[in-house]
């Protein structure tokens, strides 16, 4: 996430009790985290978060809702999209018992597990970092505009590869 739009809350903050958050990031912010999306635009995003204690690290859970300017993949042209999700999220601190151990070798992945903990680089968590990742896990890499439609035209016999092939061959000779 870029330092543009950021906010922190350290370890020790959450350890007295949970922490709620109210994000309504400004114009500025909106377009900086566009762009780091590869968005058209971000119109809106508002989320709410609530940080709590959770073994030794936290617990980061809430909800985003967020409209999005896209670029149609089918028809070029720029729409607005509405999305929301969910957010959670756990945390330890680097050290933590609890983090997932860097073995090496093989890694079993059960899909029905839930996530490991994500280890903080230092004693703050980036609860702004959290509402951004997971707009990016909605965001469509392919998006259709509603009722685009992809037109298929199969090729006729004189558009075909081989009857391009066919005619140089014939000009050649």
Known sequence: MSADWTKPVRLHEVARGPVTLE??????????????LRLESLPALTARVTVKPWLDGAEVTGRFEATVEQ??????????QPLSGDIHVRVVPAG????????GGEVELDPDAEDP???LPGDAIDAAGYVVEH???????????PGAEFEYTPPTQEE?????LK?????KD
Do not use: G, M, N, W
Request: proline letters at 12%; glycine letters at 0%.
């Open 23 to 36: 994000f309504r990031p400004d114009e500025a912010q909106r377009a900086k985290v566009a762009q780091d």
């Open 71 to 80: 670029i149609c993949s089918i028809t070029l042209e720029p729409f607005e």
């Open 96 to 103: 933590s018992p609890h983090a997932a151990a860097d073995e």
């Open 117 to 119: 903990p994500d280890v």
């Open 135 to 145: 707009l990016a896990l909605e965001v469509d890499p392919f998006p259709r505009k």
């Open 160 to 164: 075909s590869p081989f009857a391009v």
């Open 167 to 171: 005619k140089l061959k014939e000009t």
